[in-house]
């Protein structure tokens, strides 16, 4: 197999230097504790961190286990090819999560306690469990990619024999946990907006998650296409970008049908934060993609891919509305990222970016390396 030759360029340079910086603060966060980086208080502990690296990192890896549903259990082969971009973006999404939960959890020692200590009656018991045997599975997955780069044949073989159950396993797992972050947050009734909570959210947990995962990849795709100077899968990435519109299409004929039933428009059309950042959620995240995916972009990406990277910032300000805009009035507590916590988020997915291309460079990810097109 060839080897591609790394290229430093300006992009990765500020890559770089964003997980330094990532680093020297959490260094500092280890020996002085949370409340030398961070704004987060006893009345307001979860922040940026939760919301962003933690919620929306685990729905944005969920292309893993939709491309693994797709050519797995419903054996679509012709969607082969985006496996195994999927699956590395997913375990790398899963590690930096659990990289995260690190660096926000105040006695991170202790995140072994679920294996141990069980508490089935915890919704965090779960969500723990599901985390940990599904990035086992998705590094399993992954090891596979390794052990074709190092010709270890026989191993291969065997493993392959052993993925078709782990993989089954692999989806059942994403799919709970997907909605039981939704979960969680079923237990502030008394403090999350009215906006957004709503029993069914772990449904909605779950199918933006679905709606997000073609998304993602669709995304990711066209971005190593351009930095690895790769084909890019156009006819497989249009019918991404179909599947995520009947996605989109269902996730807001349940939020319409929802909030109806709730006769929670009222708040929607309140001009309060939480209506206005509520309203750029629906627009831009959910319409806005909708229009774009429906109308004939012609024979390019560039339709799919910006309606796909909107749904991506959708899914994040979700994420960011229900963990951090919706809590706030009810927690009766103010709270603005210290630049020390924005800078640790960019430097995780800096981290996760910088980990993708060298991935991306030494293991056979893609089936095919061509000059793009495009």
């Not at 307001?44 to 961190?49: A, H």
């Not at 292309?63 to 259990?73: H, P």
């Not at 679509?76 to 660096?103: D, K, M, Q, S």
Request: aromatic content about 10%; glycine content about 8%; charged content about 10%.
């Amino acid at each position: 197999m060839r080897m591609w030759r790394r290229r430093p360029s300006p992009g990765r340079l500020v890559l770089w230097v964003l997980f330094l910086g990532a680093l020297a603060i959490s260094a500092r966060r280890f020996a002085f504790g949370l409340g030398s980086v961070t704004h987060l208080s006893d009345r307001f502990p979860w922040g940026l961190w939760v919301a962003v690296d933690v919620l929306g990192g685990v729905a944005l890896a969920a292309g893993g286990f939709t491309m693994a549903a797709a050519v797995y259990v419903l054996h679509n082969e012709r969607y082969r090819p985006l496996v195994r971009p999927a699956v590395v973006t997913g375990f790398l999404g899963y590690v930096l999560v659990i990289a995260a939960l690190l660096v926000d959890l105040g006695r991170p020692y202790r995140i072994w306690h679920p294996v141990i200590m069980w508490n089935p009656h915890s919704v965090m018991f779960e969500v723990a469990w599901c985390v940990l045997l599904y990035t086992l599975v998705l590094a399993l997955e992954f090891g596979q990619m390794v052990l074709e780069r190092l010709g270890r044949l026989t191993m291969l073989r065997l493993t392959r024999l052993a993925m078709p159950p782990l993989v089954v396993a692999g989806v059942i797992l994403s799919m709970l946990h997907q909605s039981s972050l939704g979960t969680l947050f079923l237990i502030v009734p008394g403090k999350l907006h009215p906006l957004w909570y709503t029993p069914l959210l772990p449904v909605f947990f779950f199918v933006s998650a679905l709606a997000v995962g073609p998304a993602m990849v669709l995304v990711e795709s066209f971005l190593s296409s351009r930095a690895l100077k790769r084909e890019l899968e156009l006819p497989l990435l249009r019918d991404l970008a179909r599947i995520s519109f009947v996605i989109l299409s269902i996730y807001l004929g349940l939020k319409v049908t929802d909030l109806t039933a709730r006769g929670a428009w009222t708040h929607a059309l309140t001009p309060s934060v939480e209506g206005r950042l509520f309203a750029a959620e629906l627009l831009l995240g959910v319409v806005i993609p909708l229009v774009l995916l429906a109308t004939n972009g012609g024979p390019g990406a560039s339709r799919h891919v910006l309606a796909a990277t909107l749904v991506v910032l959708g899914v994040l300000l979700n994420r960011l509305n229900v963990a951090i805009t919706g809590m706030l009035a009810g927690s009766h507590a103010t709270y603005v990222p210290a630049w020390t916590e924005v800078v640790v988020t960019l430097g995780i997915t800096s981290a996760g970016i910088l980990a993708y291309l060298w991935v991306a460079e030494h293991l056979p990810v893609f089936p095919q390396r061509k000059h793009a097109t495009l």
